[in-house]
């Protein structure tokens, strides 16, 4: 079979004996899964009585894609139908060398959510089609699960006059026909049984911003990638069998998925529910002076978290950040009063993330609170108006979609070292709002999940958003006095008469004090 560069680099680590994880880019007509299948076709017919297995989200994409690859391959390696028998109700292709190749989906199920249907299960080595689709917690158990299996375990024999000194005495103790079906299958295939070797875990995969991205695909690109694991990435023009026309059609489509199909930028993704893009992000970081107050947010530190931030702001402008060591509340209270006194800062504009225990620094420094798990802030007018009302989920994802107002209105500028500006990029990215189709409350992904995509806590990303709770407050005191609103209600009774005098007030009011004029959800 003819291998193009990018292939064959893929080949080199498949037969090496220090990679165990592979993972191998491309789209369409990239010669993804024709790759994989190729290298599971000449191992079986190398290992006998070996197990394999094709993963894949779902077992209907395996048979309607992976497995008519597969097959394909097995005929252009001059598999016969006498070589390999296939039920397609079990999902099992068993060779007449004892090998099996088992078709198998990695779809999460709510009642299962650890996959703990995969701890029974143990394969010599695996391929996992369209890596991009599973879930981080099934591949590394499944990285778990592989070994080189062999039936009989003295099929180890590096030899073939070892094997049979050994057959010898098995068949001393062996029933007549187990002899006669072994003998058979060591005459038919002439076996020189296999040696114990590096178990290997082959991935196709597509930009994807999970374990991919963050375990292969930027410590490859950071040059930090570990020894065992390698990323290839194969770029149309890498492939010299897709015709012309291919790559011109690629270059004609939009920004996204031109720097996703054509170029292989990780960072663009057409995940329609990610709130930020790369090109928004990216722009927080170029240089602008601002002339307002200053503001000052902190992240105390807690269980799990070793350090205390606080980042310094000139209005949307991140200037500074200082970390101190976690040490008594005092202590704490103390360095963050220098700073108030250092840059005359109001107390007003000082917020603490209340977590924990540290609701006590917010009471201490008489400022404000952040509270991620409260109730979104209201505008009053949704007293009398129960449409305006905020459907936000909670405080925290209401502060993040304005956040993304103001990264998309280039608002937003940060002063911040590489790694730092690279891990708050990084963060955001990975942010996307979840049950889009259920007539229920705004939501984002949850921490627990977010967690487990990025590898970290997205704590940089929780950072910025706590500044914007100032500007949702000041939006939502956009209205008429309480008390005037009351009056002109008893007076009118009036709906569409209450919502014009809001709708004036709040205008004005915009256009006074610098701050949005757009109404979130």
């Known amino acids: 079979m003819r291998l193009f560069k990018r292939q064959a680099e893929a080949w080199k680590y498949l037969t090496d004996d220090i990679t165990t994880e592979i993972v191998y880019w491309g789209w369409a007509w990239w010669g993804k899964s024709k790759l994989g299948s190729f290298w599971l076709a000449t191992e079986i017919a190398s290992k006998p009585w070996s197990t394999w297995c094709i993963w894949r989200s779902e077992l209907k994409k395996i048979k309607l894609s992976t497995l008519v690859t597969f097959r394909q391959v097995l005929t252009e390696l001059w598999f016969t139908d006498k070589s390999y028998k296939y039920d397609d109700q079990k999902g099992v292709m068993t060779f007449k060398n004892g090998s099996k190749v088992v078709l198998m989906d990695l779809n999460y199920n709510p009642s299962d959510p650890e996959f703990d249907r995969l701890w029974s299960m143990e394969f010599t080595w695996v391929f996992i089609d369209e890596a991009q689709e599973i879930d981080d917690k099934a591949r590394q158990i499944i990285n778990s ?9 003295q099929y180890r024999a590096k030899t073939r006059e070892e094997c049979e000194k050994w057959l010898s005495e098995w068949t001393k103790t062996r029933p007549r026909h187990w002899v006669i079906h072994h003998n058979e299958q060591l005459s038919e295939y002439s076996v020189v049984l296999w040696k114990q070797e590096k178990p290997k875990n082959f991935m196709s995969c597509n930009p994807w911003r999970n374990f991919i991205y963050t375990d292969f695909y930027k410590p490859w690109r950071n040059g930090s990638l ?24 690629l270059k004609n489509l939009d920004k996204i998925s031109r720097e996703r199909l054509l170029y292989g930028n990780f960072d663009y993704s057409d995940d329609p529910w990610l709130l930020f893009n790369i090109d928004e992000v990216s722009d927080m970081f170029r240089k602008k002076t601002w002339e307002w107050s200053y503001y000052l947010t902190i992240d105390a530190a807690r269980q799990g978290k070793d350090a205390t931030e606080i980042w310094l702001r000139k209005w949307l402008h991140l200037i500074k950040i200082d970390r101190i060591a976690k040490d008594n509340l005092v202590s704490q209270k103390e360095f963050i009063e220098k700073i108030i006194d250092k840059y005359s800062i109001s107390i007003d504009n000082v917020i603490v993330d209340e977590v924990w225990v540290w609701g006590w620094l917010v009471d201490m420094l008489w400022c404000k609170g952040f509270i991620a798990n409260a109730s979104p802030l209201q505008p009053y007018s949704a007293k009398l108006l129960s449409y ?5 989920q909670n405080l925290k994802t209401q502060a993040f979609f304005y956040l993304q ?17 690279e891990d708050i990029i990084e ?95």
């Not at 699960?145 to 375990?153: K, M």
């Not at 010299?240 to 059609?249: E, H, M, T, V």
């Not at 939006?475 to 005037?484: A, G, Q, S």
């Open 226 to 249: 570990e020894k065992y694991r390698q990323f290839i990435q194969s770029l149309p023009t890498d492939n010299p069998f897709l015709p012309p026309s291919y790559i011109d059609n």
């Open 427 to 521: 963060e955001l990215l990975f942010i996307r709002q979840v049950d889009i189709d259920n007539d229920s409350k705004i939501k984002l992904e949850g921490k627990k999940e977010l967690k487990e995509r990025l590898g970290r806590s997205p704590d940089l990303a929780d950072m910025i958003s706590f500044r914007m709770w100032w500007i949702i407050k000041n939006h939502h005191d956009w209205t008429l006095d309480e008390v005037d609103l009351k009056e002109t209600n008893k007076e009118e009774n009036n709906a569409s008469f209450i919502q014009s005098l809001i709708d004036e007030v709040e205008w004005t009011k915009v256009k006074t004090d610098f701050e949005p004029d757009f109404d979130i959800y």
């Open 145 to 153: 699960r592989i070994r080189n299996l062999l039936w009989p375990e």
């Open 388 to 392: 305006k009302k905020r459907n936000y």
């Open 405 to 421: 107002k103001y990264v998309q209105d280039w608002s937003i500028t940060i002063d911040a070292e590489w790694q730092l500006k």
